[in-house]
């Protein structure tokens, strides 16, 4: 079975660019997670989706981050327009409902 | 606001140990508790997930224990192995959702050959 797929791996852009971070989720899975991991405030629930309804997004930081999952097999996190502060590491999770939730490897990345 | 903590922060113990690691949390009205392992560089890997009204769970070599009522699970390793080197994070899923996760900060494990 294939697992939580994310793209790209690694990102580097300069400030004020559009980032756009995509994830596909396990095939079969109903929920869709965006986490945000730094050494600072360790891992953080941005965003969930509930049959690709948004359910919670209290994690958002700002009106600067923005996700979106048009269909079940497709999701994406984007920020506009990037900050330094934005650097970290953005996972994508997938489960079925209130199943376990299996983790992407992860996105890195670098805002300079 | 529901707070997880695990103790240790760190922990170093030789192959073959037997080993404890804690996780306890502030608020008792949970939906489940799920244990992960995280390596360098990779996301999460679930390890075992205990429902809110199990008492505890077991995969292999790993326990893991739940006690809502005073906040508190323990993932208990049999004879660990280098290869079970790796952060360890304990997270808590909110009552009536249970999808929103609470992430503790984890343990960093080294097993020494």
């Known amino acids: 079975d294939a697992g939580v797929i994310q793209s790209p791996r690694h990102e580097v852009t300069e400030m004020g660019q559009e980032v756009t971070l995509r994830c596909k989720p396990i095939?079969?899975?109903?929920?869709l997670f965006w986490y945000r991991q730094t050494m600072m405030r360790g891992l953080e629930l941005l965003i969930y989706f509930n049959n690709n309804v948004p359910i919670d997004d209290s994690g958002m930081p700002e009106d600067r981050f923005s996700a979106k999952m048009p269909n079940a097999s497709f999701s994406t996190l984007k920020i506009q327009p990037s900050e330094p502060r934005d650097s970290a590491v953005y996972f994508c999770?997938?489960?079925?409902?209130?199943?376990?939730?299996?983790f992407g490897d992860g996105t890195r990345l670098s805002i300079l | 606001k529901q707070e997880v903590t695990q103790i240790p922060a760190a922990l170093s113990v030789p192959e073959g140990e037997n080993l404890v690691l804690n996780c306890s949390f502030t608020?008792?009205?949970?939906?489940?508790l799920q244990w992960f392992r995280q390596d360098p560089g990779k996301g999460l890997t679930s390890l075992l997930l205990?429902?809110?009204?199990?008492r505890e769970q077991t995969s292999g070599r790993l326990n893991a224990s739940l006690d809502k009522s005073s906040g508190r699970s323990t993932l208990y390793i049999a004879a660990s192995q280098p290869g079970d080197s790796a952060t360890y994070l304990c997270?808590?899923?909110?009552?009536?959702?249970?999808?929103?996760?609470?992430f503790g900060e984890g343990t960093q494990l080294t097993v020494n050959p």
């Open positions: 997270a808590v899923g909110k009552e009536t959702s249970g999808s929103r996760l609470t």
């Open positions: 999770a997938s489960s079925k409902l209130q199943g376990s939730q299996h």
């Open positions: 205990i429902q809110s009204s199990q």
């Open positions: 608020d008792s009205a949970i939906y489940n």
């Open positions: 095939s079969g899975h109903n929920s």
